[in-house]
């Protein structure tokens, strides 16, 4: 099946849609009636613009509110519809695609609906041109393409077919077993979209909430083996109306659904049991953050070391080329760069003290690089020493590095070959990166999603929102490989905020991008670390005694533990599987910061109380447009 996307879908004016179609690597594209009533040019103009791309014309679309009229209406609808065949001759393309009728003056019947079709087959045969009936889910009397299929097939002319869409489809929950009985040559176009699973009216959730497969929540896997079962082999079209889509840019978009088709395509064909010479490397795990690297220069490194020798971390190699140390504390390792030259550098001119890469350790990170590839991520280049490890690392979303690592080869002795010992003892307060939390601008949320869910085999709890002070963000979880017990894996927080008041408005506005404004490190006994961390000098958000107040109300919790958790400033929280310890360090000039966290059992991420946190941090932030330094 070849990959195709509709106009509509990308933001910009037609000619700016068309260039970010090819450039993402489609060949075929649908034309959306608005986008080419806004060119300047005459369709024959288009025609030959998608002909120097490279790209096919599938289709014309959409046609509405043409079936079921009756008297006078009935003719308009064939006369406009012959207008249409005119400017599809000079567009080159040849097939309409005809949405169900939603008119309340539309009559229903198969056999009068079959009579339309019948006659529109007739007329446009004269023209060349192919009629696809594509049931809307909020379609007047078809909203089930069992329905489209059977005036369809009573129609019985050979240039009408149906147009399947998964949204309208999968919307409704319509059974799939049917599809089946239609025969593939008689399935004109395929178009797919994902979408969040929302309790909202039909139309309202399709025109503003579609996204690409694997951002949503559809069970696509379960259309595409339904529609594999068919035979078809003709493309599969993406139309995505989604209001975060038409903020961003279009090349962005349309690389993202190109992607997530390619992605989605590659599932279809492992389970459809092709052979694996004919296959992406499957979807890894991703085990552990094997390190995450900082970006600072002379005078931001001493805060961050300070932070961490205060953390309990030990400073346990001295990069061999560059200025950059290794920071160990069991199983976290952090790479403090603060190099004059080199990725790290630069991310730091642009962003600030900021996490410029991180480490996901996967079974086998050539193959892992390899997905990526195939999924049109750009592997990174970066400079090595002699004898120091090229590790396999490709451009996330928000502009940082993420790197490969497996155990398997030589990768996992990274530390070894890349730093020299200080001869210091590894710190043991704390465990493990338990999650990293990166905020963006809206409209890249579900890019990053995407990525994450495209590359590694992982599994999300549905989106969450978070009260700030300054307005709602939105927070989606993407965790992969985290046992049952839940001490392994990687966990990954996005978030994000439409208001500009917000936390996380604010970071992306400090640090001049998405990235990652938290991450959470694990300890056993976090009432420990926080009393070593405070002892050694490091401060805590402070959390207000209210927040206490109502703890001591609401949990079950004794007097004394009550007392004991705010003199150490520790947020708590409870769920099924057990209770969760969380405390903050105060953020690095009004950027980055840690969580500490301490999770008995518990799954989630203490959203209950980021509220609390969020309010704390704002009362702490300087006033907005105070300088930084
Ligand atoms: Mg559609
Ligand atoms: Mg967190």
Same mark, same amino acid.
């Given at each position: 099946?070849?990959?195709?996307?509709?106009?509509?879908?990308?933001?910009?004016?037609?000619?700016?849609?068309?260039?970010?179609?090819?450039?993402?690597?489609?060949?075929?594209?649908?034309?959306?009636?608005?986008?080419?009533?806004?060119?300047?040019?005459?369709?024959?103009?288009?025609?030959?613009?998608?002909?120097?791309?490279?790209?096919?014309?599938?289709?014309?679309?959409?046609?509405?509110?043409?079936?079921?009229?009756?008297?006078?209406?009935?003719?308009?609808?064939?006369?406009?519809?012959?207008?249409?065949?005119?400017?599809?001759?000079?567009?080159?393309?040849?097939?309409?695609?005809?949405?169900?009728?939603?008119?309340?003056?539309?009559?229903?019947?198969?056999?009068?609906?079959? $009579?339309?079709?019948? =006659? &529109? *087959?007739?007329?446009? %045969?004269?023209?060349?041109? +192919? #009629?696809?009936?594509?049931?809307? !889910?909020?379609?007047?009397?078809?909203?089930?393409?069992?329905?489209?299929?059977?005036?369809?097939?009573?129609?019985?002319?050979?240039?009408?077919?149906?147009?399947?869409?998964?949204?309208?489809?999968? $919307?409704?929950?319509? =059974? &799939? *077993?049917?599809?089946? %009985?239609?025969?593939?040559? +008689? #399935?004109?176009?395929?178009?797919? !979209?994902?979408?969040?699973?929302?309790?909202?009216?039909?139309?309202?959730?399709?025109?503003?909430?579609?996204?690409?497969?694997?951002?949503?929540?559809?069970?696509?896997?379960?259309?595409?083996?339904?529609?594999?079962?068919?035979?078809?082999?003709?493309?599969?079209?993406?139309?995505?109306?989604?209001?975060?889509?038409?903020?961003?840019?279009?090349?962005?978009?349309?690389?993202?659904?190109?992607?997530?088709?390619?992605?989605?395509?590659?599932?279809?064909?492992?389970?459809?049991?092709?052979?694996?010479?004919?296959?992406?490397?499957?979807?890894?795990?991703?085990?552990?953050?094997?390190?995450?690297?900082?970006?600072?220069?002379?005078?931001?490194?001493?805060?961050?070391?300070?932070?961490?020798?205060?953390?309990?971390?030990?400073?346990?190699?001295?990069?061999?080329?560059?200025?950059?140390?290794?920071?160990?504390?069991?199983?976290?390792?952090?790479?403090?760069?603060?190099?004059?030259?080199?990725?790290?550098?630069?991310?730091?001119?642009?962003?600030?003290?900021?996490?410029?890469?991180?480490?996901?350790?996967?079974?086998?990170?050539?193959?892992?690089?390899?997905?990526?590839?195939?999924?049109?991520?750009?592997?990174?280049?970066?400079?090595?020493?002699?004898?120091?490890?090229?590790?396999?690392?490709?451009?996330?979303?928000?502009?940082?590095?993420?790197?490969?690592?497996?155990?398997?080869?030589?990768?996992?002795?990274?530390?070894?070959?890349?730093?020299?010992?200080?001869?210091?003892?590894?710190?043991?307060?704390?465990?493990?990166?338990?999650?990293?939390?990166?905020?963006?601008?809206?409209?890249?949320?579900?890019?990053?999603?995407?990525?994450?869910?495209?590359?590694?085999?992982?599994?999300?709890?549905?989106?969450?929102?978070?009260?700030?002070?300054?307005?709602?963000?939105?927070?989606?979880?993407?965790?992969?490989?985290?046992?049952?017990?839940?001490?392994?894996?990687?966990?990954?927080?996005?978030?994000?905020?439409?208001?500009?008041?917000?936390?996380?408005?604010?970071?992306?506005?400090?640090?001049?991008?998405?990235?990652?404004?938290?991450?959470?490190?694990?300890?056993?006994?976090?009432?420990?670390?926080?009393?070593?961390?405070?002892?050694?000098?490091?401060?805590?958000?402070?959390?207000?005694?209210?927040?206490?107040?109502?703890?001591?109300?609401?949990?079950?919790?004794?007097?004394?533990?009550?007392?004991?958790?705010?003199?150490?400033?520790?947020?708590?929280?409870?769920?099924?599987?057990?209770?969760?310890?969380?405390?903050?360090?105060?953020?690095?000039?009004?950027?980055?910061?840690?969580?500490?966290?301490?999770?008995?059992?518990?799954?989630?991420?203490?959203?209950?109380?980021?509220?609390?946190?969020?309010?704390?941090?704002?009362?702490?932030?300087?006033?907005?447009?105070?300088?930084?330094?």
């Amino acid at each position: 099946m070849k990959t195709a996307i509709a106009t509509v879908s990308l933001s910009g004016v037609l000619r700016e849609k068309l260039d970010a179609v090819a450039a993402a690597g489609f060949r075929a594209v649908e034309i959306f009636e608005a986008d080419l009533i806004a060119h300047p040019g005459p369709p024959s103009e288009v025609k030959a613009i998608c002909a120097d791309l490279g790209l096919q014309i599938l289709c014309f679309q959409p046609f509405r509110d043409f079936e079921g009229m009756t008297g006078e209406r009935r003719a308009k609808a064939f006369d406009r519809a012959e207008r249409k065949f005119d400017l599809m001759t000079e567009l080159g393309a040849d097939l309409l695609l005809v949405c169900s009728n939603v008119s309340p003056d539309a009559q229903g019947g198969a056999d009068r609906l079959a $009579a339309d079709f019948a =006659e &529109l *087959g007739d007329r446009a %045969a004269k023209r060349g041109v +192919r #009629i696809g009936y594509e049931a809307l !889910a909020w379609g007047r009397h078809v909203n089930d393409y069992r329905d489209s299929w059977e005036v369809v097939r009573r129609a019985g002319r050979a240039n009408v077919g149906v147009i399947l869409d998964t949204f309208h489809i999968q $919307a409704r929950g319509t =059974e &799939l *077993g049917s599809m089946r %009985a239609i025969p593939a040559d +008689r #399935i004109f176009l395929v178009q797919v !979209a994902d979408a969040p699973r929302l309790d909202m009216d039909y139309l309202n959730w399709s025109r503003h909430y579609r996204c690409m497969p694997g951002q949503g929540d559809l069970p696509l896997d379960a259309f595409m083996d339904a529609l594999g079962a068919t035979g078809y082999a003709g493309a599969l079209s993406l139309e995505i109306f989604n209001d975060r889509f038409r903020a961003d840019g279009p090349r962005a978009v349309a690389l993202d659904g190109r992607r997530s088709l390619l992605s989605m395509l590659d599932d279809h064909a492992r389970r459809s049991g092709a052979p694996a010479s004919a296959l992406m490397p499957a979807r890894a795990p991703a085990e552990d953050v094997e390190f995450v690297e900082f970006a600072v220069d002379d005078s931001d490194r001493a805060a961050l070391e300070g932070i961490l020798a205060a953390l309990g971390f030990a400073r346990v190699g001295r990069h061999r080329s560059k200025d950059a140390a290794l920071w160990t504390s069991g199983g976290v390792r952090i790479v403090v760069n603060a190099d004059k030259e080199g990725f790290a550098h630069s991310f730091h001119v642009t962003h600030g003290a900021s996490v410029c890469a991180l480490a996901l350790r996967v079974p086998d990170a050539r193959a892992t690089l390899e997905r990526a590839r195939l999924l049109l991520e750009t592997p990174h280049r970066g400079a090595t020493g002699p004898g120091e490890l090229d590790v396999p690392a490709v451009r996330g979303p928000g502009g940082g590095l993420v790197y490969f690592i497996d155990r398997a080869s030589a990768l996992g002795r990274w530390a070894d070959t890349d730093f020299e010992p200080t001869g210091e003892k590894a710190g043991t307060t704390l465990t493990r990166v338990d999650h990293v939390s990166q905020t963006m601008r809206h409209e890249e949320t579900l890019t990053w999603v995407l990525f994450y869910r495209a590359l590694f085999r992982s599994s999300s709890p549905p989106l969450a929102e978070v009260v700030d002070p300054g307005g709602v963000v939105q927070s989606q979880v993407v965790e992969s490989g985290v046992p049952d017990d839940g001490r392994g894996g990687a966990r990954f927080v996005v978030n994000a905020s439409q208001s500009a008041r917000t936390m996380s408005s604010r970071f992306l506005e400090e640090s001049f991008g998405s990235g990652v404004q938290h991450v959470a490190l694990a300890a056993d006994d976090l009432r420990a670390t926080v009393r070593r961390f405070r002892a050694a000098g490091g401060r805590l958000l402070p959390i207000p005694a209210n927040y206490y107040d109502d703890l001591a109300a609401r949990a079950d919790l004794s007097e004394a533990d009550v007392a004991e958790l705010k003199s150490l400033d520790i947020m708590w929280d409870r769920d099924a599987g057990g209770a969760f310890l969380q405390a903050y360090t105060v953020a690095l000039d009004d950027g980055f910061f840690f969580e500490l966290v301490q999770r008995d059992g518990y799954r989630g991420y203490g959203a209950p109380n980021a509220g609390v946190r969020l309010a704390a941090q704002a009362r702490l932030a300087r006033p907005a447009g105070m300088p930084r330094h």
